[in-house]
């Protein structure tokens, strides 16, 4: 795999160069959180350059997997990119054809809100999947502005659900259990399921380590990055040894990269001198537009779909994609049982 200098300001991803095209091409990475479409003066010219620029990044689809990939994006960090980072992948991967699952698994429910998905307390959720027992075609709700994408919403019960499990049989495997009727929800099936863990690694974490057979642990370039990676990383181990043995890390993604920081690529060098193809060639730019989406209850990749934060996240897709579509995964010490 051709390893891509992260200190390059295109970081990691020949798109953000395509998108910046035509415009300065001083590595000031601040240009990638300005917005692009100042060069279309009015709305129609906007809406045209945009879907020039977006269909020939979404004409073509992704390959599906050999068989369905459960992915948990885990980092006992907050503020890292875990919810954006499973949002973006996911709404990527179902714009590009593939049949997508989000399980929301964090109390604060951010990625319910990202997909425009209703979580409040009434609402059939994650709760009722672990804790009473409700199917996945109970509470799995379709995501509207993306067909293809399907959410398991959370609501504030789950905040106690990290106790409430304790004394509940299997508390472990529960999640493990509920998403083995996958395939129920959509015809042909799902292909992807992608599982947001919440800042801990409390038994909801050990939940979703228990039922994926990937983890994704997102990154952000910043001077503490790799604090409490050892952590998440014996856990993994314990999980991986007793309940998962299939279990392992088979994508680490650099967010919030800044390229005008040299700490950023410091760190991103370090990262990939310890995980190497583990990490994905692609790194996520600090971007004002990834964050922005959240609070229009979108994605970045239907809020702008052209901005270097999507495109980027459509890359970390096809990559992520082009390594389910193989028999081989980067990365991962040894081959996962099958389920
Ligand atoms: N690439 C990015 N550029 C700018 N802001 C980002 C980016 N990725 C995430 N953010 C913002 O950073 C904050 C933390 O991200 P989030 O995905 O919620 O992290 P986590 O789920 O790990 O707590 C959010 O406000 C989010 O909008
Ligand atoms: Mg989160």
Known sequence: ???????????????????????????????????????????????????????????????RPVRRRLITVANQKGGVGKTTTAVNIAAA??????????????????????????????????????????????????????????????????????????????RESRLQRALADAASLADGGIDYILIDCPPSLGLLTVNALVAAEEVLIPIQCEYYALEGLGQLLRNIELVKSHLNPGLHVSTILLTMYDARTRLASQVADDVREHFGETVLR?????????????????????????????????????????RGAGDTVAGSAQEGESW
Not at 103 to 111: I, R
């Open 1 to 63: 795999m051709g390893g891509v200098t992260v200190g390059d300001p295109s970081a990691g991803s020949d798109v953000s160069r395509e998108t910046t095209r035509g415009q300065s091409t001083s590595p000031d990475v601040s240009r990638e959180t300005k917005d692009e479409r100042s060069d279309d003066d009015t709305p129609i010219a906007t809406a045209a350059a945009t879907a020039v620029r977006v269909m020939g990044r979404f004409g073509d689809t992704l390959p």
């Open 93 to 170: 991967m179902a714009m590009r054809g593939l049949r997508v699952l989000v399980v929301d698994l964090d109390p604060q429910g951010n990625a319910s809100t990202a997909l425009g998905v209703d979580h409040h307390s009434e609402i059939p959720s994650v709760y009722d999947l672990l804790v009473e027992g409700k199917t996945l075609g109970d509470v799995a709700v379709p995501v509207t502005e993306i067909s293809g994408l399907w959410c398991v919403p959370a609501t504030i019960d789950l905040a106690g659900a990290e106790i409430e499990l304790v004394s509940l049989v299997a």
């Open 282 to 322: 692609t790194v996520i730019p600090r971007s004002v537009r990834v964050s922005e989406a959240p609070s229009y209850g979108q994605t970045v990749m239907t809020y702008d779909p052209a901005s270097p934060g999507a495109l980027c996240y459509l890359d970390a897709a096809r990559e992520i994609a082009a």
